[in-house]
């Protein structure tokens, strides 16, 4: 095989396109149930969130991070917002909204599915949150506490 196989590659480079990024503001009559959770670290080393300091950890900007990067791959089905967020307390809280109506039975499992799998690793492994838990969250690799609500009004 010749050594300048790839010479012309240029001619195939295709660009990441930033403007995918949604413009759109979140509008509520999007979506069709709303749920907001509450999120505590499971088997927390820290007491409130203005020590993850000591672990080199900014929480808000962490947050604003992974929802950010969540809302953006998700557009066409969820969209997560930050709701309260005080350092003096050891849990956050958070909307969820869903395109599809989630059935009663169902509710438990995707909520805890979703919060488990599609956002906790984004916070354990890509934010270092690991650093915030003990040795028993980091065997079960279990990031969060979570307790939720379905917000009608």
């Given at each position: 095989?010749?050594?300048?196989?790839?010479?012309?590659?240029?001619?195939?480079?295709?660009?990441?396109?930033?403007?995918?990024?949604?413009k759109?503001e979140?509008?509520?009559?999007?979506?069709?149930?709303?749920?907001?959770?509450?999120?505590?670290?499971?088997?927390?080393?820290?007491?409130?969130?203005?020590?993850?300091?000591?672990?080199?950890?900014?929480?808000n900007?962490?947050?604003?991070?992974?929802?950010?990067?969540?809302?953006k791959?998700?557009k066409?089905?969820?969209?997560?917002?930050?709701l309260?967020?005080?350092?003096?307390?050891?849990?956050?809280?958070?909307?969820?909204?869903?395109?599809?109506?989630?059935?009663?039975?169902d509710?438990?499992?995707?909520?805890?599915?979703?919060?488990?799998?599609?956002?906790?690793?984004?916070?354990?492994?890509?934010?270092?949150?690991?650093?915030?838990v003990?040795?028993?969250a980091r065997?079960?690799?279990?990031?969060?506490?979570?307790s939720y609500?379905?917000?009608?009004?």
């Open positions: 095989m010749d050594g300048n196989f790839f010479a012309d590659y240029k001619k195939f480079i295709v660009l990441p396109d930033d403007n995918e990024v949604s759109e979140y509008d509520p009559r999007d979506y069709d149930s709303y749920y907001i959770l509450t999120l505590s670290l499971y088997d927390s080393l820290i007491s409130s969130w203005s020590e993850a300091i000591k672990h080199e950890i900014d929480i900007k962490s947050i604003e991070t992974v929802l950010g990067e969540f809302n791959r998700q066409k089905a969820y969209h997560l917002q930050l309260e967020l005080d350092d003096t307390k050891s849990y956050f809280i958070m909307a969820l909204s869903c395109k599809t109506k989630m059935e009663d039975g509710t438990d499992a995707r909520i805890s599915y979703f919060v488990e799998k599609m956002i906790a690793n984004s916070f354990y492994v890509g934010q270092s949150w690991y650093k915030l003990g040795d028993k065997v079960e690799r279990k990031l969060f506490r979570l609500r379905e917000y009608k009004q």
